[in-house]
């Protein structure tokens, strides 16, 4: 067995925006399952404690320059300063579970073809009502969409919880500056080649306000057209 197998090194991102109530539970969620990984928190220039409590829980934290999800990723990738074998990407809003990434990070060693690992909210564990019905039923319209337009299917396109080869990001700067990032990822990954997966996950009530907008869902639906030209 090789080392990326017995011990791999594991880069954890983390876009945050004033999200004092749930950062703290989800780095302690993190270090519960994954106590070797370095985790990174990208702030997006909080008004809260965000960055505070991140530091006081043992995250390291790197300032956004620009503003945006996308952004906050494609900053955090410039940051790492070495290679890694995987990164996970994870919401800071105690929405997913951290137990489920040992799982994901096993698929993708064991499977050479898959560069990313998706947890996918919409299985029938789901509960409607940790999303209000206007998110949900947009979140399906989008995720419909998404694989009607882009010809990449996934159940649950949007997901805030990934696994992915440091092959497929290192050097990546996304055009996307927002939530549209993670369709402009899904591309991404199948142009380099990989395959995507996804595995039924749990889905919690998020710790805090909400950031997605209404129009939020229209930026994602512009990228959508957008990547099928590219």
């Known amino acids: 067995m090789n080392k990326e197998t017995i011990n791999p090194s594991i880069l ?16 302690e969620d993190l270090k519960s399952h994954l106590n070797e990984a370095r985790i990174l928190v990208i702030d997006g220039l909080s008004q809260d404690k965000t960055a505070e409590i991140a530091r006081a829980m043992g995250a390291e934290v790197v300032f956004q320059e620009g503003r945006g999800k996308g952004d906050a990723i ?13 990164v996970v990407l994870i919401d800071a809003d105690y929405t997913y579970p951290a137990k489920f990434i040992r799982e994901m ?9 898959l560069g990313m690992v998706c947890g996918n909210r919409f299985n029938s564990h789901f509960d409607t009502e940790r999303m209000n019905d206007l998110f949900y039923l947009g979140n399906r319209l989008l995720a419909f969409t998404h694989n009607l337009l882009n010809g990449i299917t996934m159940r649950d396109p949007l997901t805030g919880l990934r696994v992915l080869r440091w092959s497929v990001l290192k050097g990546w700067k996304p055009r996307s500056e927002g939530f549209d990032v993670e369709v402009e990822l899904n591309h991404e990954v199948e142009r380099q080649g990989y395959h995507i997966l996804e595995i039924d996950i749990a889905y919690r009530k998020r710790l805090g306000e909400k950031k997605l907008k209404a129009h939020d869902g229209v930026a994602i639906l512009k990228r959508m057209i957008t990547e099928i030209q590219l």
């Not at 955090?76 to 995987?86: E, H, L, M, R, T």
């Not at 990070?105 to 073809?113: A, D, R, S």
């Open 12 to 27: 954890v991102l983390m876009a945050a925006l004033n999200e004092e109530e749930g950062i703290g539970p989800t780095i």
């Open 74 to 86: 494609g900053y955090g990738v410039s940051q790492a300063n070495k290679d890694y074998d995987y």
């Open 105 to 113: 990070i096993k698929l993708i060693q064991e499977n050479p073809q």
